[in-house]
């Protein structure tokens, strides 16, 4: 049994602490509010997973040196706005050896690096942590599914086989089926942008439309993630994989998706900010716009979907003149 910290207190890290300790291993979480971790501990109950007792053994903190402290696997499980400044405040705790595994979704607006990248940058900067092992853990996924143990899989990803084969062992549950896979670059790319396009398939859903147009969104969608992954030199078959067009169908069409439902919410003619604030969590696929439409000019992709969902969500654009936009652009062939 291995001794796990948990860096974050939200749902996804919750989830996956419980996971962890059924499974009989240490689990230390952090969280940076004194008062969540009181609440935590003294009632095992999350208020975004009310349904779910958190097992005793369980210790909670606000002490990244505690959390950091002798730990065989570091989960940071933060939204990926704070993975830089998280990290920046806990590199002086990380071991220089360090398995880490991260588990947010995000592509950096100004340095354009996924998570994983993120982390490394950081922790690179005292010459210490060269020996770190970063493993991206990626695929669809919900919080509130994984804390009811219902079957799930998941994708393990690092250029180190033996490091994702290790991270691999420690996350199989009976439940949990964990794969791997080496193409860190594309599974964390594939995380990333879904989101962006769960925000477009909630704005048609709010709009009025069916579930031809869902589809469509899902399948055009995924074939633009790919042609940005083509560029970076992502591997082809991630994107039919788990972390791709697994992860895109259950964020785009999930009744737990904030995604989904902060993009039905501005269908139905909310701002984008009241959306977020009606779902009352983060939702990363607004973080992402920035990064996906900068790659998207950077390496002249055509992304259509991720442009309009960029124009609706922080230029103003009205969506259903978008999607008049998008019908009718030119025509094409489908594998181009």
């Not at 900068?294 to 442009?307: E, G, N, S």
Request: hydrophobic content about 45%.
């Amino acid at each position: 049994m291995r001794s796990v910290g948990v860096i974050g207190a939200g749902t996804w890290g919750i989830a996956l602490a419980r996971m962890l300790s059924n499974s009989g291993h240490a689990v230390t979480v952090w969280s940076a509010t004194e008062s969540k971790v009181a609440d935590l501990s003294a009632s095992r109950i999350h208020k975004n997973l009310p349904d779910v007792r958190l097992p005793d053994e369980i210790s909670f903190t606000a002490s990244l040196q505690r959390v950091c402290a002798g730990k065989d696997v570091l989960l940071f499980a933060v939204p990926s706005v704070a993975v830089r400044s998280v990290t920046e405040a806990a590199r002086t705790h990380v071991a220089p050896e360090q398995l880490i595994v991260d588990v947010a979704k995000g592509i950096e607006a100004d340095t354009l690096l996924t998570m994983s990248e993120v982390i490394r940058d950081v922790l690179r900067t005292d010459g210490l942590h060269d020996g770190v092992k970063i493993v991206a853990l990626s695929g669809p996924t919900h919080a509130e599914e994984v804390a009811l143990d219902m079957p799930t899989a998941i994708v393990s990803a690092c250029e180190d086989l033996a490091a994702a084969e290790l991270v691999q062992d420690v996350f199989t549950t009976a439940f949990m089926r964990v794969y791997t896979n080496t193409d860190i670059k594309g599974v964390e790319l594939c995380g990333a942008l879904k989101n962006i396009i769960a925000l477009t398939t909630g704005i048609s859903a709010g709009l009025g439309y069916g579930d031809n147009a869902k589809a469509a969104l899902i399948t055009r969608g995924l074939a633009e993630i790919e042609r940005l992954g083509r560029k970076l030199g992502c591997a082809e078959q991630t994107f039919s994989g788990l972390a791709g067009m697994g992860d895109l169908i259950v964020t785009a069409t999930s009744r737990h998706s904030r995604n989904n439902r902060a993009g039905y919410l501005i269908g139905r003619g909310c701002r984008p900010e009241e959306a977020v604030r009606q779902v009352g969590m983060v939702v990363e696929g607004i973080n992402a716009l920035p990064a996906a439409v900068t790659l998207a000019k950077r390496y002249d992709v055509d992304m259509p979907i991720v442009m309009a969902a960029d124009a609706i969500i922080n230029h103003g654009a009205d969506p259903k003149r978008i999607v008049t936009d998008l019908m009718g652009r030119e025509k094409r062939a489908e594998r181009n």
